[in-house]
């Protein structure tokens, strides 16, 4: 029960906050149960000021662990804090400033069912700190799903947005989709790579890390169970994970001793895809929807990769053909070769230079140390072309970026939870000022009718169903672009049509399964307007569909009429920005630098409300009125 006496004593924290918005909406903040969703950047700063506003009842959720790389800008952590549960850190750091409050931390993702509607349900308001798209999506339509008013937030460099979502009122964060910035997590990157960006990522990250410049903020060759040794704010189970890993890291480290007397290209080699990997391995919770990583090692006496490595795909898998030599894709065995000898090279000559993607002996070992990793993770591998295409530097995280992005989104909650939210203005925060304001700020739009995920769920495909696989249509167009990873597929009429393959089938089924994949959408009932429902079995969205039959001689194969984002201009940056709840990295041209950043909503084409900047001082003025 809130002392009022007490909240009005002019030496409290809360006075200033009384003073300025009226002892009522102090005390709904103080009563109001708030989820938080992403504890990186802009997360350490957001629950540092939602502490100091009053807030009292917090669940935080966050997948990922702690870098000594976040430690120059995610300022709720320190260096014995590197390896450990970000969401629980970040707790233990905030409860200092209301030992009182009552917070709860996940280490999990946020997309697993049991933080589905129900689970949210019991919230007064969602504020996402997130930095991919399919999280927030997710996050999204579950907030839509429950009725539950959401904050979207994101930055990049000098630039960041707050956006306000509540479903009937305003656009969701889906409603004007474009393609996606090309960023990429953090802790995906370092942990759970997807896709072969991921991949040429890393291997420029390694680099950096035993090639490159001394790097103060990257302490590089920390063990990473030295990091977990401070075991006080573990749980029971995950100290047993623990136990388990010094076991097996134990024996590990004394092969990775044998490994560097033989030579120093043997000894990273071992470290970095076996060591490393191994240890990965062990955190079953990464691996509950996908095929573990596979720890690779050289044969005893020569440099070649040991004959009974098992469960790896050694030679790429439908390569387009090679125009030009660097247009072939290397295999396992001719990777790993070229690995070694680029190794021995730059250990050789110890120039300590920056990556550069011209310089031929750099871009051997990127290209091959992400092609070996790629192996590891069962991922797609990648040529000389393709990583001197992609790779490029990464764009600075700025802390005060994310200073002032947590600030709006505060802001933005006490006009949500004073029954004001028609009031809110979506901002952005730019660079260079206009008119001498760095913020922009518009009126809600109204949702989209043609969104399919707030508006009427119903979109109509105009696709090649006689040269359109099932298979294409799934991965090309369910998955990626609807975002839809696990869907079930009903006809008008009640009949299923296609569920995705689990643990309990038999081989018989998913044989059964991966053959309809192969046939053509009008020989497995998606022919020509047919009509059927996609639900999708780890989020509460169902899309209604009509298929209308095109030649489809075009530039893209297909149109999907519902307000959907065009897969030709956004199929391969999806591809790119997979999930995870972190720090992200953004490619541009030069890839000497390795830095993190949040990512920045989708840019959206909107009308400015140019008279009207947000939280200026005739803003703050009006909002202490109205309060």
């Known amino acids: 029960k809130i002392q009022k006496s007490k909240v009005l004593m002019a030496d409290t924290r809360l006075a200033g906050l009384v ?29 540092k000021n939602l502490v100091l506003s009053g807030f009292e009842d917090i669940e935080i959720i966050d997948l990922d662990t702690i870098d000594t790389s976040n430690l120059n800008r995610q300022f709720l952590f320190q260096k014995q804090h590197v390896g450990k549960p970000k969401s629980v850190c970040a707790r233990s750091a905030a409860l200092r400033w209301n030992p009182d409050a009552k917070m709860v931390a996940y280490h999990d993702d946020v997309k697993k069912s049991e933080f589905g509607t129900q689970f949210v349900q019991q919230f007064d308001i969602v504020l996402n700190a997130l930095d991919n798209l399919s999280a927030r999506r997710h996050v999204n339509r579950i907030c839509l799903t429950a009725n539950v008013p959401l ?16 479903k009937g009122v305003s656009e969701c964060f889906e409603c ?17 790579p997807s896709t072969p960006i991921h991949c040429i990522v890393w291997a420029q990250y390694v680099f950096k890390r035993f090639f490159g410049p001394p790097d103060e903020d990257n302490d590089g060759d920390e063990d990473q169970l030295e990091k977990r040794k401070d075991t006080d704010e573990m749980t029971e189970e995950q100290k047993a994970e623990l136990a388990e890993q010094e076991a097996q890291m134990s024996e590990d480290a004394k092969v990775l001793e044998k490994e560097q007397a033989k030579s120093y290209e043997r000894w990273l080699f071992y470290k970095l895809f076996h060591s490393e990997v191994l240890y990965l391995s062990t955190l079953a919770h990464l691996w509950t929807d996908r095929k573990p990583p596979v720890p690779l090692y050289l044969e005893e006496d020569n440099d070649n990769l040991n004959a009974n490595v098992q469960g790896v795909t050694r030679q790429p898998a439908n390569a387009p053909p090679a125009l030009i030599p660097d247009q072939r894709v290397w295999g396992l065995e001719e990777s790993v070769d070229v690995f070694l000898k680029s190794v021995a090279r730059l250990h050789k000559e110890d120039k300590k230079e920056k990556w550069e993607k011209d310089n031929s002996l750099h871009l051997d070992f990127v290209t091959a140390a992400a092609n070996i990793r790629a192996a590891v993770f069962h ?19 700025i802390a005060t970026t994310n200073a002032i992005i947590a600030g709006l989104i505060v802001l933005k909650a006490f ?69 839809i990873s696990a869907p079930s597929i009903v006809s008008n009429t009640g009949k299923g049509i296609y569920d995705p393959p689990d643990s309990e089938c038999s081989e018989d089924e998913i044989e059964m399964i991966h053959n309809n994949e192969a046939k053509f959408m009008k020989d497995h009932f998606l022919g020509n307007d047919s009509v059927f429902t996609i639900d999708d079995f780890n989020s509460p969205l169902k899309i209604t569909v009509t298929v209308v039959h095109i030649d489809g001689k075009g530039e893209k194969p297909y149109e999907i009429i519902g307000g959907v984002v065009a897969a030709a201009a956004t199929k391969e940056a999806e591809a790119e ?6 720090d992200c990295c953004v490619i541009l041209q030069d890839p000497s630098e390795i830095a993190v950043v949040e990512t920045p ?21 009006k909002r202490k009125a109205d309060n």
């Open 415 to 483: 006009r949500v939870l004073a029954g004001k939210i028609e009031s809110c203005k979506n901002t952005w925060l730019k660079k260079q000022p206009t008119r001498g304001m760095l913020f922009v700020g518009c009126t809600l739009d109204p949702p989209s009718n043609k969104c399919y995920v707030c508006g009427n769920n119903f979109v109509t495909l105009k696709i090649n169903t006689e040269t359109t696989t099932v298979k294409y249509f799934l991965e090309e167009i369910v998955k990626k672009e609807w975002d």
């Open 601 to 621: 909503s989708e840019t959206k084409k909107r009308k400015r409300d140019e008279d009207d900047v947000v939280e200026d001082e005739t803003e703050t003025k």
């Open 379 to 397: 991922v797609e591998f990648s040529s000389r072309f393709f990583v001197k295409e992609k790779a490029g530097s990464i764009i600075p995280a």
């Open 577 to 582: 920005a997979e999930p995870e709840q972190d």
């Open 176 to 192: 004007t989709p474009t393609a996606p910035p090309k960023t990429f997590p953090i802790c995906t990157i370092r942990s759970n």
């Open 151 to 166: 904050i979207e937030s994101g930055s990049a460099g000098y630039f960041g947005q707050v956006q306000v979502i509540k």
């Open 19 to 47: 003073r300025s918005l009226g002892e009522p909406l102090v005390q709904k903040i103080q009563k109001s149960k708030v989820l938080m969703v992403g504890a990186g950047g802009i997360g350490c700063e957001l629950l």
